[in-house]
């Protein structure tokens, strides 16, 4: 295992490791997009990649910076549009999705809309775009982001993408369909969701991270297992195709 990564290529590896050959993944740029290709370069050659402005399978020659870059069509097997990216996953044929947000509450919960009462918001932020279809639709949806208590906390100021709403049952009760929040990757750990209960528990923990500093940095109580996995860092081959092949100007990893 390599040693000299930064916490970006951590995440990024970790998420991509989840991404299965054949299998779809609605993504945004960023993160997300460094992650799916990652995945393509390493154990999923078949992955298929659909961008939210209609990019489908594109073949994708360098990161593309925006989601309606002519790159994210390039070579693919349809130029869509939004309507078809979201028809696509209310039809039940993505497999995973990438959110990312203000707030994330214990049931995986995200809130990208405003920090304060929604009338009269302390800050407004840019809203859904694609996210509450994708955490709706889509059957698996993984977030990566940096692991503070600001950012976990008890109760969304507004729920803008649904995870698992209030716990067990309450999704479907809403009449959405099963999946939802599937993995959280963050600077400290990587987090999955209770199998009966639906809230946010601790899988592994990144090198050198203890339980207690998850913790402090945890707005809720975390369920922690009695076993918890100590989670791989990338590869030196990840890391080599990451900054050579992936994100060669340090769009998205910056320098480890």
Not at 58 to 65: A, G, K, T, V, Y
Request: charge should be negative; charged fraction near 20%; include cysteine.
């Amino acid at each position: 295992m390599a040693s000299d990564y930064n916490m970006m290529e951590m995440m990024i590896s970790v998420a991509a490791r989840f991404l299965e050959d054949g299998k779809s993944v609605a993504v945004g740029t960023g993160a997300p997009c460094a992650a799916a290709m990652l995945a393509q370069k390493t154990h999923a050659p078949d992955l298929v990649v659909i961008f939210e402005a209609g990019g489908v399978a594109p073949q994708l020659p360098e990161m593309p910076i925006s989601v309606g870059d002519s790159r994210t069509f390039y070579r693919g097997v349809m130029a869509a549009g939004m309507v078809d990216a979201m028809t696509t996953c209310a039809r039940g044929q993505v497999d995973y999705a990438f959110l990312g947000g203000a707030q994330i509450d214990k049931y995986g919960n995200i809130n990208s809309t405003c920090i304060g009462d929604y009338q009269k918001p302390k800050v407004r932020f840019p809203g859904s775009g694609g996210a509450n279809d994708f955490a709706s639709f889509c059957w698996k949806t993984m977030i990566m982001t940096v692991h503070s208590k600001s950012r976990f906390v008890e109760t969304c100021d507004f729920i803008t993408s649904p995870g698992f709403l209030t716990g067990e049952g309450a999704r479907e009760a809403a009449g959405l369909p099963e999946g939802g929040p599937y993995k959280i990757i963050t600077d400290l750990c990587v987090m999955g969701f209770h199998e009966e209960t639906k809230a946010m528990m601790i899988e592994s923990l990144h090198p050198g991270v203890e339980v207690d500093k998850v913790r402090s940095e945890t707005g809720f109580e975390l369920i922690v297992p009695d076993e918890i996995g100590v989670t791989s860092p990338p590869s030196a081959e990840e890391l080599r195709l990451l900054r050579d092949e992936v994100d060669p100007l340090r769009l998205v990893i910056g320098r480890a």
